[in-house]
Nanobody
Framework: QVQLVESGGGLVQAGDSLRLSCAAS????????MGWFRQAPGKERHFLAT????????YYADSVKGRFTISRDNSKNTVYLQMNSLKPEDTAVYYC????????????????WGQGTQVTVSS
């Protein structure tokens, strides 16, 4: 079992950058594919990015490609989401998730979820 704790959210202005972190418990972090999702008020949770177990491969939603970067440090049991050029429409609760299967954009493909961290982007 993996426990995930996100951090790094906050209130920023449009155009700013933020880096979210997700710390995982346990000694098997490197055996999980990791992903980031977000959920805006009244909307469904949407896929943002996923990174392979080694960190060598990453995949992004078109909406964030070129602005967001996912990475991981297996020595620190942590996955990151670097977010640049933030827009008001990026306002949401951001979740990290762990999958025991292949990298996927499907929510159902993830077994463990963090509690989320709020990101608010003002115009």
């Amino acid at each position: 079992q993996v426990q995930l704790v996100e951090s790094g959210g906050g209130l920023v202005q449009a155009g700013d950058s933020l880096r979210l972190s997700c710390a995982a418990s346990g000694r098997t972090f490197s055996s999980y594919v990791m992903g980031w999702f977000r959920q805006a008020p009244g909307k469904e949770r949407h896929f943002l990015a996923t990174v392979s177990r080694s960190g060598s491969s990453a995949y992004y939603a078109d909406s964030v490609k070129g602005r967001f970067t996912i990475s991981r440090d297996n020595s620190k049991n942590t996955v990151y989401l670097q977010m640049n050029s933030l827009k008001p429409e990026d306002t949401a609760v951001y979740y990290c998730a762990a999958s025991g299967l292949r990298p996927t954009s499907e929510k159902n493909g993830y077994d463990y979820w963090g509690q989320g961290t709020q990101v608010t982007v003002s115009s």
